[in-house]
């Protein structure tokens, strides 16, 4: 039973405009939820998280928005660059409900393609 | 600082063989774990680690074993290799403290057993 789910596979962009990533979640009991990016042969970086107690977090191009009663969130790229080809994860954790150990859940992830 | 170094970077066995995946941090972290990765599945966590000498399993935990007898390091064993563990592993660690903390992911494993 899939608890993070990113459902496009993949989505492709022309640069400079926006790219929306979406992740919906099933466990009521998640509390933070971060993306990460992962370029080929690469590991997974950081790149932003929210709190449930947020709607919305904003760094530079990238904001993520959270949608509690719909348990959705997604990511917004604006300006799209090229450089921002790459897998990006949807992940979620239920902090201190998991015991404190901090596991993530992760969605099956979404290839963004930003095309020149 | 080199954050998370994983050992070896590619590695092929054959059905049954054993080997031992080594990861490393540096920055200090109490919270280290173990992922791979799949085509289409996103990460499955496979055991994880809260502090020295502690361990415990993840979502896929079957066929591998684990052992942080180091707070700097995190080893990942497969007794008997299967096929079906060829994979990309990767390792990550996060600092524990208030609230959430960000996992650093190293480079990753890249592991096929025919």
């Known amino acids: 039973d899939q608890q993070v789910k990113q459902n496009s596979p993949s989505l492709s962009v022309q640069e400079g405009r926006i790219s929306i990533l979406n992740c919906d979640y099933t466990?009521?009991?998640?509390?933070?939820f971060l993306w990460y990016k992962k370029y080929p042969a690469e590991g997974p970086t950081f790149l932003i998280s929210?709190?449930?107690?947020?709607d919305k977090n904003e760094d530079g191009r990238f904001t993520v928005f959270l949608n509690k009663s719909a348990k959705h969130l997604s990511l917004h790229i604006v300006p799209s660059q090229p450089g921002d080809s790459a897998v990006y994860f949807c992940?979620?954790?239920?902090?201190?409900?998991?015991?404190?150990?901090?596991?993530?859940?992760f969605g099956k992830g979404t290839k963004l393609t930003v095309n020149p | 600082n080199a954050g998370v170094t994983q050992t070896p970077k590619f590695r092929v066995l054959k059905t049954g063989q054993s080997m031992t995946l080594l990861c490393a941090q540096d920055?200090?972290?109490?919270?280290m774990y173990w992922y791979r990765q799949d085509p289409g599945m996103g990460l499955r966590l496979i055991h994880y680690s809260v502090g020295e000498g502690t361990t415990a399993k993840g979502e896929v935990p079957d066929g591998y074993n684990v052992s942080r007898l180091k707070k700097q390091n995190f080893l990942l064993g497969l007794e008997s290799a299967a096929p079906s563990q060829t994979s990309v592993y990767f390792c990550?660690?996060?600092?524990?403290?208030?609230?959430?903390?960000?996992?650093?992911f190293g480079p990753g494993t890249r592991l096929t057993v025919l």
């Open positions: 992940a979620a954790s239920g902090g201190a409900t998991q015991g404190g150990s901090e596991k993530l859940v």
């Open positions: 920055m200090n972290h109490e919270y």
């Open positions: 990550a660690s996060s600092y524990a403290g208030q609230g959430y903390n960000e996992q650093f």
């Open positions: 466990n009521s009991m998640f509390d933070y």
């Open positions: 929210i709190s449930s107690i947020k």
